[in-house]
């Protein structure tokens, strides 16, 4: 079954890159609410290159007449969690016909991954089929499109949203409105 | 592409109906199968609406016994036990009572009962063949998952019977097409009633969609896992092209329980679905256009 096959890759793919992305983050260190590591090669991924992140926020220039306080002066909160830029990983796993690779790049701006590659380094031919299934895969996350602008005869839609079901939804929104 | 067509529009069964007929026709004559169109519904609704209490069906619902239903049951009956062995029970249509205690009732109470139980199995409290269905014990039947479907291929029959061969009917969102002449029809995004999420091209055939999100309540909906008593979650929208709107609306529930792969064992359809994280899943032979 075709479809089976490709469906049981993308799902394996799928958690196999977020497994990647938590190394990855783990790794460089990206995490700065985690104690800062050095960025070393893990058992089973290992940093091959990483850009320098950009700087997001200019330091912030003290301008006011600083008050007397017993408190210590607070360190300033991060408002991101991770640093912006681009970050490459290799994860390497087990198969049965051995170890095999798969190379994962992603952006990451303002804590959210803008972009990402996935470059297959498969030896066997197995893997290779599973990883190109995967990376022609795991990207697909539908969108959507204005309905005015597709020149369409009709919608298919499950809003069959029975008119005594909308009417009670209302009724029961009266009733929890303060 | 878009022919001038002349449209029936009206509400039936709680939805809204618009079937555009692209033979010529003559004003008498589209009277006349409107006549005949709402007449067929409303006969559908008072034998098999498990959402009025004097439907055929809901007598089922008071007392065990042999009741004699129309022909017209067999096709549907027959779809139904196909469904619930392909889908090992997960699609049946003795979900009613969990339904109804759900909160998804004829008043649309939407107050689930303290506990769900799941429901019983199928030949452990009903059985139907050549038109009798006997209930052991008093059940409701819920013919939800394909009813309306089942009644879009009835409603096209009545067009048949009065010789129209091109048209589209839309029964809220489930649609059937016959005629030369392929209509391009969106799937609407199960997030954004104002965007679709892709296009695919309807010749000759069905399509069907299903989402729990739409009538959601309580942290429920509509779609129930009757072995767990709890709704659906793997699955938030899905669309079945098939030869029936019979077919094409049953499958499009039985994919929130069991994978394409299964059911195409049996089953001759093309899919599209989404899951909750917006990832998609289509059968080869889709022929459409997905937005991604």
Known sequence: MPIFSRVTALKAGTIASLGLFVMLVRSTGAFQDAP?????AQQDSTLTAATTP????????????????????????????????????TGTYRTPGGNESIRVTLTISNDVVTNSTVT????GNTTKAFQQ??????????VGRQLDQLNLTKVSSSSLTPNGFNRATDTIEGQARL | MTTSAQRLAFEAIGTHWEIDIYDEQSPAELA?????ITKRIATFDQHYSRFRNDSLIMQASREPGRYKLPADATPLFELYRRLYTATHGKVTPLVGNLLV????????SLRPAHQLKPVPAWDDV??????????????IIDLGAAG?????DLVAGILRAGGVTSYLIDAGGDLLHRGDQPARIGLEHPQDPTQAVGVVMLGNESICASAGNRRAWAGLHHIMDPHQAKPTTDVLATWVIAQSALLADGLATALFFTPAGELRKQFDFEYFLIRPDLSSEQSSGLQAEIFA
């Open chain 1, 36 to 40: 800062s590591e050095p960025a070393t």
């Open chain 1, 54 to 89: 950009t700087p997001t926020e200019a330091p912030a220039t003290p301008s006011a007449t600083p008050v007397p306080t017993r408190t210590p002066t607070p360190v300033p909160k991060p408002t991101t969690k991770f640093r912006n830029g681009t970050y490459t990983a």
């Open chain 1, 120 to 123: 297959s380094l498969a030896q």
């Open chain 1, 133 to 142: 299934d995967f990376i022609a895969n795991y990207r697909s996350l539908v």
């Open chain 2, 32 to 36: 006349e199968l409107e006549r005949r």
């Open chain 2, 101 to 108: 205690d759900a909160g998804y009732d004829p008043e649309y």
């Open chain 2, 126 to 139: 009903m059985h139907y063949a050549d038109g009798i269905l006997t209930v052991k014990q008093p059940v």
């Open chain 2, 148 to 152: 309306k479907g089942y009644l879009i």
